[in-house]
């Protein structure tokens, strides 16, 4: 799986709109663009996911650049709760073997300030 | 829904110790995973298995082992604990038609 590059951290405050960058300038046409976060003393937790199109759901916009060198996770209206680390990684689509092998990078921390 | 549950929730071990690290999932998924976390750092892929039986190496299996004898199940060894080792070990699973990981709480490792 290629690698994906993001910000050690970010600092928000309770309401605010959050914008969440992630870099794979490697991208292979195949591979899906993954988010999880994960709350101290808990394994992460799966956020959404998208190939090409954005993506919503009830946790996130999920905004992918025109080229997939990049995207964007998008938090609308942040509280406390969102504080979390914020893992960007890839995965080939429905490939058994080494396609099944994922690895999550440092990710990036998320602080909400009341 | 389902469950991932490891077990213990906590471990201590002496240096050159063998301990052992359990995992359990009543999804009925086909991929399981072990990840090794340290304070502040990124989740390294220790193994992953495919399928009932099945062995994968991670990126940082030197120092592992692993069984994979039930679907449901997925154990970590770790062979010889060094002195100060602390670290969070998580399991995950998924299912291959989907693509969602499901990761338990996690086992913490101290070595005295």
């Known amino acids: 799986d290629a690698k994906t590059t993001q910000p050690d951290s970010m600092e928000s405050t309770e309401g605010e709109t959050v914008h969440l960058p992630c870099s794979h300038a490697t991208i292979s046409g195949n591979e899906y663009i993954y988010w999880y976060r994960q709350v101290p003393l808990q394994g992460p937790e799966y956020v959404t996911h998208?190939?090409?199109q954005n993506t919503t759901n009830s946790m996130a916009f999920l905004a992918i650049a025109s080229d997939r060198k990049s995207s964007t996770l998008i938090l609308p209206h942040v509280s406390l709760r969102d504080a979390a680390v914020y893992h960007c990684?890839?995965?080939?689509?429905?490939?058994?073997?080494?396609?099944?092998?994922?690895?999550f990078g440092k990710g990036a921390k998320l602080t909400v300030s009341p | 829904g389902g469950i991932i549950t490891q077990t213990p929730k906590f471990l201590i071990g002496q240096e050159g110790q063998k301990l052992t690290l359990k995992c359990q999932q009543n999804f009925n998924h086909d991929t399981m995973y072990w990840y090794r976390q340290d304070s502040g750092k990124g989740l390294r892929l220790i193994y992953y298995s495919i399928t009932e039986n099945d062995l994968q190496k991670g990126d940082l299996s030197e120092g592992y082992d692993a069984s994979r004898e039930k679907k449901s199940s997925f154990s970590l060894t770790v062979t010889s604990a060094q002195k100060n080792e602390m670290a969070v070990f998580l399991c995950?699973?998924?299912?291959?038609?989907?693509?969602?990981?499901?990761f338990g709480h996690g086992t913490k490792l101290s070595v005295l």
């Open positions: 990684i890839l995965r080939v689509g429905r490939q058994q073997g080494t396609g099944s092998k994922l690895s």
């Open positions: 995950a699973s998924r299912k291959d038609s989907n693509e969602r990981l499901f």
């Open positions: 998208g190939l090409q």
